[in-house]
């Protein structure tokens, strides 16, 4: 069954460039795009990992974090910011929600995205087997 990866972004053609990589290396990708809907999507979808952004219409991407983290149902997704907004503040913020990693958008490249999720997941980068040991 393939790993799924949702992403939590309002940016439809960044959700779009992003993605196409993402389904190419075989993940499934699921997107909501309203903070105020992505704890409903999140619980009914049960990604393996999440890519958030901060700035989202209806709630905060540190937020929905915060959310998740506090849920037995959602605490162990892995979630990774993906924003542009990487003041300290908000790095902090996402750290101690409980964020696996925050990148910022204009220093990932999208078909270096799969790479950077594989390991995450505990796969290994070019081949998506389960890395054990």
Do not use: C, Q
Not at 23 to 48: F, L, N
Not at 76 to 84: F, H, Q, R
Not at 114 to 127: S, V, Y
């Amino acid at each position: 069954m393939p790993k799924k990866v949702m992403f939590v972004e309002d940016d439809e053609s960044f959700f779009n460039i992003f993605s196409v990589p993402l389904k190419m290396r075989g993940y499934e990708v699921a997107h909501v795009a309203d903070g105020s809907r992505a704890m409903d999507a999140i619980m009914r979808e049960k990604p393996d990992l999440v890519l958030m952004d901060i700035i989202l219409p209806g709630m905060s991407g540190l937020d929905i974090l915060k959310e998740m983290k506090e849920n037995l149902d959602t605490k162990e997704i892995k979630v990774v910011m993906l924003t542009n907004f990487g003041n300290d503040e908000n790095v902090n913020k996402a750290v101690e929600y409980g964020a696996e990693d925050y990148y910022m958008k204009y220093n990932v490249v999208p078909s270096e995205l799969p790479e950077k999720i594989a390991i995450l997941l505990g796969e290994t980068p070019d081949t998506g087997i389960k890395v054990t040991g």
